[in-house]
């Protein structure tokens, strides 16, 4: 079992940024491959981000690339969204997932962990 726990949402202005992070606990983190999604409101859950174990592959919605920057610190158990460049239609809640075995996925039925989600809000 992993427990994960976002933090780091908040209240930003178009063109701000906001680092998202999320602690992992229990078994071997470097095992899983790690993902974002978020959930607007009124809306489905959607990729935004993934990693690999060793965070050499990454994989970005096409909405958020170059703008989003996925990371990961093994030695630490956590994961991070870097989101720069931000904008209204960024604004939903955020969730941290796990997913059991190396490589990156994107769809959400691949992962097996969850976190809580964090709320992020852009205002224009």
């Known amino acids: 079992q992993l427990q994960l726990v976002e933090s780091g949402g908040g209240l930003v202005q178009a063109g701000g940024s906001l680092r998202l992070s999320c602690a992992v606990s229990?078994?071997?983190?470097?095992?899983?491959?790690m993902g974002w999604f978020r959930q607007a409101p009124g809306r489905e859950r959607e990729f935004v981000a993934t990693?690999?174990?060793?965070?050499?592959?990454?994989r970005y919605a096409d909405s958020v690339k170059g703008r989003f920057t996925i990371a990961r610190d093994n030695a630490k158990d956590m994961v991070y969204l870097q989101m720069n460049s931000l904008k209204s239609e960024d604004t939903a809640v955020y969730y941290c997932?796990?997913?059991?075995?190396?490589?990156?996925?994107?769809?959400?039925?691949?992962?097996?962990?969850w976190g809580q989600g964090t709320q992020v809000t852009v205002s224009s």
């Open positions: 997932a796990a997913k059991i075995g190396a490589a990156i996925r994107w769809d959400e039925a691949s992962y097996d962990y």
């Open positions: 229990g078994r071997r983190f470097s095992s899983y491959a």
């Open positions: 990693i690999n174990w060793n965070g050499r592959s990454t």
